[in-house]
Structures are given as structure tokens and as C-alpha cells.
């Protein structure tokens, strides 16, 4: 059997992700506003950590973190 290409791989985890009811968020940001949640949010290879952004904001007080 050949090997599951990346396009494969990515629709496989495309579908995997909305079958458990997962939804699909895409904004732009400025470039200072990127910096400010790279700080405080750092993800992998330079990245952002978003949902951990995501959740900080929704976050109760006194609610634990995942």
C-alpha cells in the first residue's frame, strides 16, 4: 500500500476534526497585535499559541485551565 500523501493526510484530519463537532477559525491580525500573543501565547516554531488564547479569554475566574 503507498503511502498517504500530505493532501491525503490533511483530509483525513480535516474530517477527523468535524466529526467531533471541532469548527474552524481563521482571522488576520496586525503585526503588533501578533507580537503581544506571541509573548504571552507562545506555540510551536515561533508560532501562537491560539487556543490557549482562546480559552484564556473565555476562561471563568476560578475555572481550571486544560
Known sequence: MAAKTNTEKQAALRAERKAE???PVKIW???ELAERLRAKF???KGGIDILA????VVREPGEETR
Request: no cysteine; glycine share 16%; net charge negative.
Open 53 to 56: 488564547a482562546l480559552e484564556a
Open 42 to 44: 507562545p506555540g510551536s
Open 21 to 23: 463537532g471541532q469548527i
Open 29 to 31: 491580525i496586525t503585526p
